[in-house]
């Protein structure tokens, strides 16, 4: 839905993604195209359909990784100015992931920006968030609304820390199901701060977090689960694993093992109970409710458009507040679904 | 309060049901006997009466929430708990000042605001709310607002209890059957050593039957001989267990609420019975000509003060097939063949005694009070063609109970058997969702489904339960991107998926648009193999309402599964 009072929309929400056509690019494309700009190496948002990526420089290795060595990527500094045809391209940081990007489009005298996934709180497994004055804003809206408030990581990487020696004294394995692709990183980062034992990765995990310590990120130093070794004694052990993992044939190897999930969603006691989890961490990468309504604000855009999350009622409360709010309809996650690939 | 509210926190962060006796019986450890008298009455499930309105306590949220009415009221369907959206929008984190005591805050705080009318009420309130942290915020608020579910069981509880005493399980699970007051006197008294002594009033733990799967050609090998059973219909009514002591009467729902007070003919009746009698039965509607629908029992377990016509109109009575106390004695270890004994004679005693008092004064309670007959079990087969014969008599089937059994605590395998009838089933179109409370919140499980009148359709059942979570996950997937319309928290979606509803029972409703009110609806299956115009007509679902034969008192029976809490029903 274009802002009322442009003529043309710079970006366009179709069904080969968020399309600019006076670019001639397509932003996170779900369909096949020449050019594709990518603001994070995460599934819904990076799929192998293009000829050409662009992708801000740290998110390369994590693009090959996921979509293919052999993709034709090209590395973007973050800030650095690209022409396509008579649009000017710049990518920033988005705070989300390592190498992950807002992407701002300048044409003429009109500025966009797409926020991607993104988060403002600090995060020491990536580059942090810069605001990104523009025009019209499209943003993420996963977390839209008001009881989704964070702690600082720090805080809660403590909680994850305490429940593992609990598991220590009690001697069970304490499993982890964080998302392989960030998530589990962010958790190895902050808990330097209280440990430096080894933890053990699923081997989902592990391939990414070697990416991330190559990157230059301090984490704690980790071991792929051996799958051939029948004895492992994992009690008082912290593993990590994707959330898939869960209910699989591969935790038979965790006896009585303790089971955590580190996601936004567990800050609704509902969604920990429904899956069955004993411990749910509150740790997103996505913007929480404060976080959403500050960059609106702050970025002084006079149009907002949302992607995927509680769209509706982000923009029903901006239209009351008398901005020029509207949801666009994009593939990313929809709104509630839980088992989003970063949440 | 801390304590408590850390012992919840732990209850609710493990799946284990180890773990959880453990910090419940560590909890008692430490707990004064007031705070632990609180505890147990919380954890078991029970609630203060209502304080405060629930329309009331959003009202208040609004306001201090400084948001749009619809945006807390959209967040609190998307949470799916009061108490929760409440400590998630208002409390602060870490801020915790509180000292004072569960049973302070219960008995010096919470209950005080019975007397208080709202505008008094609503400072106290709002002050607990954004002055607290998360976790104690949550737990008052629970407490204000209803039952704690915490995914203790009544067992589990007791185990705990027993653990931190030293005492049998089965003690405790007694000593807290009932109503009793949450004070240091009833924990010393929960805790006590065991005198064998019975609260005058307290019922039985019940047991019940688990649902027998088998085929009836299969029954010789799954079950054994015949002759080892007692076969008797199953009632679809309110179990409930009458107890006579101490020139005493207390009737008992399985939910274990007080229910004498709507049955005053069955109370009445029961000043007949020996004292020291505690009958097991089902209390069912029924007139000169038999049992009545369930619908008609309804009726009466709606008023707390039943009227005249009411009386006249729906009469009850107490169907006994047990008996648990006989003279002040606990049967429940005898097997059920002599407690069938005993059962039959204290019946006809009392029968005969009331046949008396009838010829004297007029009194009526001989029609109040009747013996579930056994059914004749000559073979499986016999028992397999009579069971047939359920839905013509207005029951749902068969109960079988080893005569050798003792009276069991709960659902134990093996022992009680309900043997019931195929439900009723129709193909009807989906055409609203909700999401769920708890651990459905923020999911659409809440699904209303419709059938066709003419070319429309007219919703005639809301089912919950019945598809799995894989169903659900893809259901709740599809909802959202397919929805019409919103009403607050109901979306009306496109009418594209039919689903097969089993029920229990139907009758004709004027307080439903479709004209028709079904018994226990739920899902049996996803139909991907029909399109919305093969989903059924109400015409042909109002066929189903056939005049059943009535049973006039040929065959009486055991009922494990009337729920004491008529609130379980489920019509749309």
Redesign the interface.
């Known amino acids: 839905m274009p802002p009322s009072d442009s003529s043309q929309a710079l970006i366009e929400a179709t069904d080969r993604g968020l399309v600019c056509a006076a670019g001639g690019f397509v932003i996170d494309p779900w369909k096949q195209t020449s050019v594709a700009l990518i603001t994070h190496a995460h599934a819904d948002h990076a799929r192998r359909v293009a000829d050409i990526y662009y992708a801000a420089e740290s998110a390369v290795p994590l693009l090959r990784r996921r979509l293919g060595e052999d993709i034709d990527v090209r590395g973007v500094r973050f800030g650095e100015s690209l022409s396509f045809n008579d649009t000017r391209v710049s990518f920033h940081p988005a705070g989300h992931v390592l190498g992950s990007a807002q992407i701002r489009v300048e044409h003429r005298d009109d500025v966009w920006v797409f926020t991607g996934d993104f988060k403002r709180d600090h995060d020491p497994s990536c580059e942090a968030f810069e605001l990104v004055p523009c025009d019209t804003l499209i943003t993420e809206a996963t977390f839209a609304?008001?009881?989704y408030?964070w702690?600082p990581g720090a805080v809660v990487a403590r909680e994850i820390f305490d429940w593992w020696q609990q598991m220590k004294t009690a001697e069970r394995p304490a499993v982890l199901f964080a998302y392989s692709l960030g998530k589990a990183q962010r958790v190895l980062a902050e808990l330097t701060a209280f440990t430096d034992e080894e933890v053990f990765l699923h081997g989902a995990v592990y391939p990414l977090t070697e990416i991330y310590r190559e990157a230059g990120i301090r984490m704690l130093p980790v071991r792929p689960v051996d799958l051939s070794d029948k004895e492992a004694d994992y009690r008082g052990r912290l593993v990590i694993a994707p959330p898939g993992a869960s209910g699989s044939a591969w935790m038979r190897r965790f006896r009585n093992a303790?089971t955590g999930f580190c996601s936004g969603w567990m800050?609704?006691?509902?969604?920990r109970?429904?899956r069955?989890y004993?411990?749910g961490f509150v740790l997103s990468d996505h913007a929480d409710w404060p976080g959403l309504l500050t960059t609106i604000e702050e970025c002084g855009a006079r149009h907002v458009l949302t992607t995927h999350g509680?769209a509706a009622?982000l923009v029903?409360?901006l239209r009351?507040k008398g901005m020029d709010a509207a949801e666009l309809t994009t593939r990313f996650s929809?709104?509630?679904?839980?088992?989003g690939d970063s949440a | 309060m801390k304590a408590f509210s850390q012992l919840y926190q732990t209850l609710?962060?493990?799946?284990?049901t180890n773990a959880k006796v453990a910090a419940m019986s560590a909890y008692f450890d430490e707990a004064p006997a007031r705070d632990a008298a609180w505890a147990v009455y919380f954890l078991s499930g029970r609630r203060l009466k209502r304080l405060v309105g629930a329309a009331r306590l959003r009202e208040w949220l609004i306001d201090m929430?400084d948001?749009?009415a619809?945006?807390v009221e959209?967040?609190y369907a998307?949470?799916?708990?009061l108490a929760?959206?409440i400590a998630?929008?208002l409390s602060r984190?870490k801020l915790d000042l509180d000292t004072l005591s569960l049973a302070d805050w219960v008995e010096q705080r919470l209950l005080p605001l019975r007397g208080i009318d709202a505008e008094e009420q609503r400072p106290q309130v709002t002050a607990w709310w954004s002055g607290q942290s998360y976790e104690s915020c949550y737990i008052v608020t629970k407490l204000l607002t209803g039952a704690l579910r915490v995914?203790v069981s009544q067992t589990l509880l007791a185990r705990a209890v027993a653990e931190h005493a030293g005492l049998e399980r089965a003690v405790i699970l007694h000593r807290l059957m009932g109503e009793w007051t949450p004070d240091a006197e009833y924990w010393q008294a929960l805790i006590a050593a065991d005198d064998g002594q019975a609260a005058l009033s307290r019922p039985f733990p019940f047991c019940l039957a688990a649902p027998l799967e088998a085929e009836s050609q299969t029954l010789d090998e799954t079950l054994g001989d015949v002759s080892a059973w007692l076969a008797e219909w199953k009632w679809d009514g309110i179990r409930s267990q009458l107890v006579r002591r101490g020139g005493e009467t207390f009737l008992w729902s399985r939910g274990e609420e007080l229910i004498g007070e709507r049955f005053p003919e069955i109370t009445a009746m029961a000043e007949h019975l020996v004292d020291g009698t505690v009958l097991d039965g089902e209390i069912l509607p029924w007139n000169a000509e038999g049992v009545m629908p369930f619908a008609e029992l309804q009726r009466r377990i709606g008023r707390k003060q039943v009227g005249k016509k009411l009386l006249k109109d729906v009469p009850c009575r107490f169907l006994a097939y047990d008996l648990l106390e006989h003279h002040g004695e606990d049967l429940r270890d005898q097997p059920l063949s002599v407690r069938r004994t005993l059962l039959e004679d204290t019946v006809r005693t009392a029968l005969s005694v009331m046949a008396d008092a009838a010829v004297r004064a007029g009194d009526e309670s001989s029609a109040r009070l009747a013996l579930s007959s056994t059914l004749p079990s000559l073979n499986w087969k016999d028992l397999a063609t009579l069971r047939e014969d359920s839905r013509a008599r207005g029951v749902e089937g068969l109960m079988l109970k080893s005569l050798d059994s003792p009276y069991g605590t709960g659902r134990k395998r093996g022992t009680w058997w309900k043997w019931k009838i195929d439900p009723y089933t129709v193909d009807a179109v989906m055409i609203y969702a909700q999401a769920?409370?708890?651990?459905?919140?923020?999911?659409f499980t809440d699904y209303t489904f419709a059938v066709w009148d003419g070319d429309r359709l007219v919703p005639v059942a809301k089912a919950y339960s019945g598809l799995d979570n894989a169903e659900i996950?893809r259901l709740?997937?599809w909802i959202?991107?397919h929805t019409r319309e919103r009403f607050g928290p109901v979306r009306s979606v496109e009418p594209v998926h039919v689903f097969e509803l089993a029920f229990e029972g139907i009758n004709l409703s004027t307080r439903h648009k479709s004209g028709i009110a079904v018994r226990f609806p739920r899902i049996s299956r996803w139909r991907h193999d029909l399109a919305p115009k093969d989903a059924d007509s109400l015409e042909s679902v109002k066929r189903l309402i056939a005049a059943p034969v009535r049973s006039g008192g040929t065959g009486e029976s055991a009922d494990e599964d009337s729920k004491g809490r008529p609130s379980r029903q489920q019509v749309t």
């Open positions: 609304l008001p009881v408030r702690e303790s800050r609704v006691r509902g969604n109970r429904r069955g004993d411990r509680q009622a029903r409360y009351e929809a709104e509630g679904e839980s088992d | 609710d962060q493990t799946t284990s929430s948001l749009p619809w945006l959209e967040t998307s949470v799916g708990d929760e959206t998630l929008l984190p995914g769920g409370h708890g651990r459905r919140a923020n999911l996950g709740d997937k959202r991107r």
